[in-house]
Each structure stands twice: as C-alpha cells, then as structure tokens.
C-alpha cells in the first residue's frame, strides 16, 4: 500500500469534556481493548498511562495533553487526552488545532455542563468533526435521552444516536446498535473485553424501531440519492447508511452518538469502531492557510513539506521537544526545515512518537504523523515549518490572556539564575502563562489562567527545576475604560539649549464596546503633522494605554482619532510626538470617565442540596449573581456569575461549608465595570503603593 493510501487508515483524535467526564478513563480503555496496553489503568489509584505527570496523579485530574498511537481494525489511531478543567485550557485550543476529529464525552447525569460548552466551541472554531459519547451509563439518574436532547437545544448539534443503551444505572447491561439493530452484551469476568451480539430483546424492541427510524430518516435527509430511496421505502443498506453518515460527519452536519461506561467497560469498542468509519482521516482534510498567506499543501507525502508547531514541553533527558504536526511531505531525522513565521532556518535533531511521557525514536515523519521533535530551539507554538524553496504558512493558533497575576521571588540568592530559566521554559511551554518584572515594583510578576494553574506552575518550579520560590498574593488583571466620548489638544513646547522639542496633536477618544480592542485613526489632513511623524503619536498613545492614567491598568475598547496638530521644522521628532500624544492621551482619558473592569467569571457549584443555602450565602457574599439552580440526581447545581477578585479561597470554603461533598468550575466570561466604592479602594492601595504616578 502506497504512503497516500495509508492516510485513510489513519485517524488524528482528541477526546474533549467538561471536568470529570472521564475522558481519561475512557482514553485508558481504549488503549486496553486496543492492546497498546496490557492493563487498565486508572485514574483514581493514579496509574492511569495518560496522566503520567506527578501532580496529575495526585490530583487525580488531567492538566496537559498527552498524545499515544494505537490501533483499531487495522487503523492507526493517535489520541490526545486533553484536561477538561478551565485553567488548562491552552492544551484543549492547540490539540484541537492540529486534530481531525474529536469525541465530545458528556456525563449521562451531568450532560452539557459549562466546560463542555467551551470545548465544543473551540471545535466549532477549528472546525473539527465529532462524535458524542455519553459516557457514566452506571450512575444514579443517568438520562441519555435527556443528554442527547440537551446537546441539540444547548449545542445547536444535529446529534444522531447510532447506538442506545440498554438499561440504566445499575441495571445498564449493554448498548443496542441501531445500524446492525443487534443487543451488544460485555464480559464482566474479562473486563468487558469479549461481547456478544443478540437479537433487540422484545421489551426495546419498539424504542429500537423508532430510533433506527430516526437515524435512517437523519441519514437519508444528508443524501438526495438515500432520501429518495426512503421516499418510496425501499430497503436501505447498513454500507449506504454508514457512507452517508461519516460524510456528514465529516462535512459537520451530523454528530453521531454513542454511550456506555467507561469505568464498567461497556460500550468503547463500538466507539472506537465509530472513529475509524466516521471520523476524517488527515487525507479528508486541507491544512488550514493563515489568511495573510497564499498557496495551498494537498495532504501527501509527494507535496513540499509543511507543518504547525502545536506544542512545546520540557524534558530532563532530552531538553526542548516540540510537538508537531505535519500536514504534508515528510522529513528524516538531521534535515533543516524553514521556519516561515520566524523567517529562520532549524536543523532537526531527533524525531519521537510519544506514548504519554514515553518516547520511540523514528527515522522519518510524513503526512499525517503528530510527532515530537528535538532541536528546534527557536520554534514557538503556532510556528509553521515547511521547506525553505516553497515556503507558506498556516494558520496559527489563538490563546485566551492570562487572568490572575502574582509576584514570585527566589528564596535565596542560589535560586535566582535557576528561577530565570525554569520560568522561560514554563512560558515556552505554556502560552497562556506570561512573565513579567514590574520596573516600578522592581518585582517579577507571573500570570496565568487561574488559582490552580498557578499552584501548578510553582509546584513544577520545586519538582522538576528544584527552584525555590516565594509568591505573593494573587493579583486580578483589571482593565481601564472610558464611559463618554472626549476631545482635545495638548501642545510639547521644551528648549533646553541647543536643539528644542516640539509636539502638537488633536486627538479624540471614543470608547468602544467591551472586547473591541484599540483602533488608531488618522485623520490629519494637508501634512500639518508630517505623515513619518503619525506613527510617533500611534506609539505614544500606545505608550500611555499600557499604564492607565486611572488606576495604572491597561485601557482598552477605545478609538483614538488624531485630527489635528502642528509641527516645528528644526525642533519636532519623533521623540517629541511620543511624548506630546502620550500627555495627550492621559489629560483626555481623565476626563472620559473612566472606570475600573473586573474579569467576570462564569461559575458552577454542585453540592448535595442539604448545603444550598451556605453555599448560595458565599456567592453572594463574593458579590456574585445566582442566575439558575437546577437538580442533578440528588444534588443541587448552581450556576452564578461571580468576580474573579472575590474567588481567592474558594476551593477551601466550599469544602468546608459542604464537608468535603461539593465541587465547582469556574471559567473566564467577560470584563465589567467594578462598582465605584470597590474601584475607590484598589484605587486608593496603588496610590499607597506608590503605582499610580
């Protein structure tokens, strides 16, 4: 079989959920029943393969990718196991980024949950096909019915079960496959490994015609020639049925769904035999071009070579790996590939295939392959790499920003050159963690997606970089906006011997809805202000955003127009033109109202019910805004919207106030106005601090 030939036996997934779900248990037994593995792994005795890292099995949570290859039906299979917890969000954006497809899990008692609305999102971004697997069939008040409607109404998906269960909670024995209408019983005595196929029993029978009619009327509404054939009822094939269905799959037009229990080793192999017949293979899909680029790469090994960077990662034995995938041609291990984003050449060391943190060394990558490289030391995350005589580049990669800050220190003077470079390799790592010395604090300041994100950092710098680090208390990345439009001029005038400084600019300010970002206009009309001279004021303006005037935060969502100035023939440059727009910008914004922003966080507690009104009490308490409650089996969920700055401690109150029974997810939804008196007090501590000048 030639290489092309081979890209259709090949499946590029990721597995994607809310917290808990159990996509690592699920990621676990697919690896087993596959036979990469000769035991089953699990999450909570901390030996599951997929979370190899020691505070994953510590914690019992997933919080960086992993990648594996397996098989299935004579199909090779590399599988991402992505965190389903909020602050690790970076590893869900760039696994799905570089996947073909994905299996969106839901909890059958949980079903669309707030990180499960996220993750699907940013699939419909990179436009990833998918299947829904509805997964903890066992548990008291499994509902599958009710998640599948609940995916339609909440996802917007055309969701089309090609399996029900039989059964539920305690008395869920197997699964009915609508397309063979055939019962699939699993083995308890060998872990569900063997199963047997029965005959529909008679009492599911009738719910089995009538969801075997949906999915052939679903089917046949995605093919003119199949809706034709139903039309004048003729018998459609389980092939036809099966072509028309992965088609639309992978055209995103359906989601077929599957369910079972991960953890009671029912129902996986059925899925995995839905990724091999519905999800693309690398040949069903183009590379994704950056919209500034041209050209395009056919996914073969016979095209010029190109691939993403999706990831980087620090290990001890083999310094920077860099996670790639390649979208065409190939490379061989001691090649030099070109680095179009960076415009640099690389020089390819080694060539890995991951097995979570194991490593098998590979001579040469082609199209398709998701590889780990070593050498590629000035690669970032998002670069493309292909060959230097037919250069183009791909689509990068978009990151959310950081949302909590803190200050860290070496805790003595041995630790500090140490602390240096840990953190540059952290940040390398990880796009959404940010470092930063405050020159006016003389402090070093690392930022990051959440309270746990951060802990993980500094649990990291002790474990793997032996650095000792103290930290401060976590800081919320506030912003600064205007309420009214405002106009003005400010006009430089210096002479200090010699040659003067001479700035004059018109500029108006108008704020901007929130999450519109910065717009520069220039509206200068007949040169009275020199046109090299426009981009001084732009940097000006840009200059005196970055420390708000109000409170010394950012300023954003604002459209400064300049229209007008003056300049001097001898005494103006561009040094002059920073720093009039610059005063300009400051004197102005003080006068457009301003007001203090606050991240907003979207939150979810589920508690057993006994403990609602303490757990609604600390909401309000933290200024949030209960929006719903809703039950779930014998608990009570709670969704609110709550700020950010009020959520330090969280974790250890909710424990406390719930006897260790009640959890949460929290994720970042928008910026909004903090109220007066608040903003007065965070105000009136920097001007303590000596940070507003």
């Not at 018998?235 to 009671?264: H, L, N, W």
């Not at 390398?428 to 604090?441: A, R």
């Not at 609604?616 to 409650?629: A, D, K, N, P």
Request: glycine residues 8%.
């Amino acid at each position: 079989m030639d290489t092309d030939q081979h890209l259709k036996f090949v499946r590029n997934i990721g597995i994607m959920a809310h917290i808990d779900a159990g996509k690592t248990t699920v990621s676990e037994r697919i690896l087993y029943y596959s036979g990469k593995s000769h035991k089953v792994g699990e999450v909570h005795d901390g030996d599951a393969t997929m979370d190899w890292m020691a505070q994953e099995k510590e914690r019992g949570i997933t919080i960086t990718s992993a990648a594996t290859t397996t098989e299935w039906r004579n199909h090779d299979i590399t599988l991402i196991d992505t965190p389903g917890h909020v602050d690790f969000t970076v590893e869900v954006e760039r696994s799905l980024r570089v996947l073909d497809g994905a299996v969106a899990l839901f909890c059958a008692v949980g079903g669309v949950q707030p990180q499960s609305e996220q993750v699907w999102r940013q699939s419909v971004k990179y436009s990833v096909p998918k299947l829904a697997f509805i997964n903890k069939m066992d548990r008291i008040s499994a509902d599958f019915f009710g998640v599948v409607e609940k995916i339609q109404e909440s996802l917007g998906a055309n969701v089309v079960p090609v399996v029900i269960p039989i059964g539920s909670e305690s008395n869920f024995t197997g699964v009915i496959d609508l397309i063979q209408m055939k019962a699939v019983y699993y083995a308890d005595e060998d872990q569900g490994t063997t199963f047997r196929e029965e005959a529909v029993p008679e009492e599911y029978l009738e719910e089995a015609t009538k969801w075997r009619a949906n999915l052939v009327e679903k089917s046949a509404e995605q093919s003119d020639d199949l809706l034709e054939k139903f039309l004048e009822g003729e018998e459609i094939d389980e092939a036809e049925i099966r072509a028309v269905i992965r088609a639309a799959t992978i055209d995103q037009r359906i989601v077929p769904v599957y369910c079972g229990s991960a953890f009671k080793n029912k129902g996986v192999q059925r899925l995995l035999d839905g990724i091999v017949d519905y999800l693309p293979s690398p040949a069903d899909k183009m590379p994704i071009i950056h919209p500034d680029g041209d050209g395009d790469r056919p996914p073969t090994k016979d095209a010029p070579f190109s691939a993403l960077a999706f990831k980087i990662a620090a290990d001890k034995h083999m310094g920077k790996l860099t996670f790639i995938r390649v979208y065409s041609g190939k490379i061989s291990a001691g090649s030099t590939v070109y680095n179009s984003s960076r415009s640099t050449p690389q020089r390819i060391g080694r060539i890995l295939r991951m097995h979570a943190n194991r490593q098998e060394a590979m001579e040469e990558a082609s199209c398709g392959d998701i590889v780990a490289v070593v050498g590629l030391n000035k690669t970032k995350t998002g670069d493309t790499l292909c060959c230097k005589d037919d250069p183009i580049l791909l689509e990068s990669i978009e990151f959310p920003a950081p949302v909590m800050s803190i200050s860290i220190k070496p805790a003595s003077r041995l630790d500090r050159d140490k602390l240096s470079d840990a953190l540059r390799a952290l940040a390398d790592e990880d796009p959404t963690f940010t470092v930063n010395f405050d020159q006016e604090t003389s402090e070093l300041i690392i930022s990051g997606m959440g309270e746990l994100h951060l802990e993980i950092i500094v649990d990291r710098l002790k474990r793997e970089f032996s650095v000792q680090a103290e930290i401060g208390r976590p800081e919320v990345a506030y912003r600064e906006a205007g309420t009214i439009d405002v106009a003005g001029e400010y006009k430089h005038a210096k002479q200090t011997g010699g040659r003067g400084q001479y700035g004059h600019v018109c500029l108006r300010l108008e704020h901007l809805a929130a999450g519109t970002g910065f717009e520069f206009v220039n509206e200068v009309k007949g040169g009275n202000i020199p046109a090299e001279f426009i981009p001084a004021v732009q940097k000006g303006v840009v200059k005196a955003m970055a420390k708000g005037p109000y409170a010394a935060y950012p300023v954003v969502d604002v459209r400064v127009t300049v229209y007008d100035g003056s300049s001097h023939d001898v005494d103006s440059s561009e040094f002059a033109f920073i720093e009039t727009a610059r005063v300009c910008f400051r004197n102005l914004f003080l006068k457009a109202h301003p007001e203090l922003l606050e991240p907003l966080m979207s939150l979810e507690v589920v508690s057993p019910k006994d403990y609602m009104g303490a757990v609604t009490g600390m909401i309000y308490q933290r200024r949030g805004r209960v929006e719903s409650m809703d039950a779930q089996g014998d608990a009570k969920v709670v969704r609110a919207m709550t700020p950010l700055s009020e959520m330090f401690g969280f974790a250890g109150d909710l424990r406390t106030v719930t006897q260790g029974r009640g959890s949460f997810t929290m994720h970042f939804e928008h910026y909004e106005a903090v109220p007066y008196s608040i903003a007065e007090e965070i105000i009136e501590k920097r001007r303590a601090a000596d940070l507003i000048r």
